[in-house]
């Protein structure tokens, strides 16, 4: 009887260890995880450097965590044995019931934050020397406007707190963005398993930028909504684990009717760019069919009548872009992570009627970009 | 390396342990070298050869030492000799602790000495070797243990650098003597009954650390850095219960990691841990937490310095110097001397009077006392500046600006409250003793029903690593 026991207890270890130490020699390298949308650490190569360095040891010791076998699926089990011990985040990720995500936000430090305002104000002194007008807008997360669907007592930090601080220290034109959102809390304005706000989150966006800047702003009747995706999972979702929970919708309301043209300046010459790139509706990466991700600078022709716009952005102003154009005769789009000139020469070079900074509140606490404002 | 990764789990044990019952046996001893080397220079590949130069170090001074007292033995230079032996232990002790000194304590003394004005000693930042506080105690053990005719001397160069850099041991512990484990180096003999003994402690091992600690890890951390508006009564106790949890878990699980590789290698370890927190006096507690650190200082320490054979204040000022060096010994910084000297300020007062004061005392009393002492311990531990320990503090002990309890408290209580009470009854007999009451049958099925269970739920953990941070790097 104990002599079993021994045995099968010896067994199950042996055959556990061995079986994964096989499964994973014998099932092909990853080169790309979905699920997590980066590259996985493949193979890394040997060389006496590289041992002696260490960076060899620990690229290694990488591979054995980002090729192990399954990993979707053990990180999924992670998750679920977080939610059932009582846990409601996993990975910095609110699992907030009804299929929605949201990501946690801590505050940053109080003079760390009034620096980041402090370079906006710097900016809108150079371009008040210019008559530019500046425009400043902060647009919270769904942790802040969605905040009633966190679980009870969460310890996320609050959000419009910095808003109102910071646009109490701005001396740009401020946007209220968080009552736009706030008004329309129970619509679907922010995407369930990703970060950014949706279309109709943008509209809203919008339309508090239209009240600002004295525009007008068409009916949300008025557009013709096409659903062009329905199998979207953001990035909220590739870190949190829960990979049960259902994809999201993307929807465009301006039609790519050809009267707009976008030029790329990503690299020497200008390339010809999409409004909608669709190609990106294959991938995993699918909010970066709005104008087809990053570069560092865009510009949007409109073939229409109006002012012209440079827009200091994130990734939130892509799909806010199409309704804009209905607006402006150009909007021109500055990526300041790989922009690396003064965004102000820039604006009073092509001469700008106006220039908007345009961050989620996410991003303008932890971009390491914004000092270039005050170029 | 450390246990609770992947590449320890899947690939390295794996190829250890079949290699290992694949050869012979008499080159089992030189594969378990290899692969000792390995490991410890996996993280830093150059301190190879800093642990080849301790081994080598070590060895010599054995062979002298031992030469030079069977010299005397044999009585041919008698009076001669004994002298010299001691010359080599002292020159040997004093190297070994340089070399400790020099990784891991030059940056905090020549920090400390730029402090005084016109004074600059530049810092090195050296990365530590890892377990460098744990191999440096074992291989100094040898010479001595050699010199006072305690152990043998080791001829066979590979089996003793086998003893110095041992995996299981290495960096964590339990402190292994050279004489507890001189007779298995020559001889050892490996069974089935023992192989199953080290796979369940080893998993037992891997469920306290990568289950349990990590997890109320997460609760410290949330906590550790609150400013003192935000701290209240009931958050600094959730989380300094959670690093008191987390340390014990954490350590005592290590431990029982390498008490199980050890067995599954044909080695048995003395215990390391025997349930701390279930003590009624402080003095208790220190012998039931770390026993190897313990043990160490008392045999190689407190007793060469005349223990308490020699009256009450020399005995007062041992036990000082013991205390200093066992919390420095934790660190390098003067946080860790503090929490050393803390202990021996609770340890000298029970020795005075307070011992036989809680012998009358209800059992109640004197755990509570102890368990206060411990975990207020564990918040100097851990704290790296003594304004924020005092901001814990004032919270524990009813002076917190921020209130009773918050919303966030209640929110980490619901998240975290099913795994403290799990690490609590954990950390008492009581779930041991009701297992082994199991009748056989019950307890056949059980058992490798929970290895798997753990098994499977470890690597879900260790997959999703991106927390796994391993605390005793520092030491």
Sequence with gaps: ?375 | MVFSSILFMFIYLPVVLAVYYIVPGRWRNLWLFIVNLVFYGWGEPVYILLMIFSICLNYVSGRLIGGYLSGSAAGKHAGDDRPKAKRVLIVNTVLNLALLFFFKYFDLVAETISMIPGVSIPTLGLTLPIGISFYTFQTMSYPIDVYRGDGHVQRNFIKFGTFVALFPQLIAGPIVRYKDIAEQLDERHESVDQFAQGVQRFIVGLAKKVLIANNVGMLWDAYANAAPGELTFVGAWLAAIAFSLQIYFDFSGYSDMAIGLGKMLGFEFLENFNYPYISKTVTEFWRRWHISLGTWFRDYVYFPLGGNRKGLPRQLLNLLIVWSLTGIWHGASWTFLFWGLYYAFFLVLEKMFLLKWLKKCPAAVGHVYTMLVAISGWVIFQQTSVSQTLVFFRAMYGFSQAGFCSGTDLYYLASFGLVLAIGIFASLPAGKNLFARLPEKVRGVAVPVLILGVLVLSTAYLVDSTYNPFLYFRF
């Design chain 1, 1 to 375: 009887m104990k002599k079993t026991f021994n045995i099968v207890i010896i067994a199950v270890f042996l055959c556990f260890i061995g079986a994964f130490f096989i499964l994973n020699i014998a099932m092909p390298d990853v080169e790309f995880s979905q699920q997590e949308n980066r590259y996985l650490q493949q193979m890394p190569d040997f060389s006496l450097d590289r041992l002696f360095s260490g960076s060899f040891t620990s690229d290694f010791e990488k591979y054995t965590t980002d090729q192990f076998a399954f990993r979707d699926k053990w990180t999924a089990l992670k998750a679920g044995c977080e939610l059932a011990t009582g846990k409601k985040e996993n990975n910095g990720v609110y699992y907030c019931g009804d299929d929605v995500l949201i990501n946690d936000f801590d505050a940053p430090a109080d003079d760390n934050w009034t620096t980041r305002v402090s370079n906006v104000n710097n900016l809108n002194e150079t371009l008040t020397g210019y008559g530019i007008p500046l425009y400043f807008g902060l647009i919270p997360g769904a942790v802040e406007i969605e905040s009633a669907h966190l679980p009870a007592n969460a310890p996320a930090d609050s959000q419009q707190t910095l808003v109102d601080q910071a646009y109490g220290m701005s001396e740009a034109t401020n946007i209220d963005i968080a009552s736009a959102l706030g008004a329309h809390k129970d619509e679907y304005i922010y995407y369930r398993t990703d970060h950014h706000w949706t279309s109709l989150g943008a509209y809203y966006g919008y339309e508090a930028i239209c009240a600002a800047m004295g525009l007008p702003a068409p009916d949300l009747s008025s557009y013709d909504r096409q659903v062009v995706s329905q199998d979207f999972y953001g990035t909220v979702y590739s870190s949190s684990g829960f990979s049960w929970v259902e994809p999201d919708e993307i929807e465009t309301f301006v039609p790519d009717d050809g009267t707009v043209t976008v030029m790329d300046y990503n690299g020497a010459e200008p390339t010809a760019g999409p409004l909608y790139d669709t190609s990106f509706l294959d991938v995993k990466d699918k909010y970066s069919m709005f104008l087809g991700g990053v570069s560092p600078l865009r510009s949007v022709e409109t073939g229409r009548d109006g002012p012209s716009l440079l827009i200091i952005r994130d990734s939130f102003s892509d799909s806010l872009l199409p309704f804009l154009t209905a607006n402006f005769s150009r909007i021109d789009l500055m990526d300041m992570r790989y922009y690396k000139q003064s965004p102000a020469q820039y604006a009073v070079d092509n001469d700008f009627d106006a220039v908007l900074v345009l961050y989620s509140v996410d991003n303008f606490a932890t971009d390491q970009n914004l000092f270039m404002l005050s170029m």
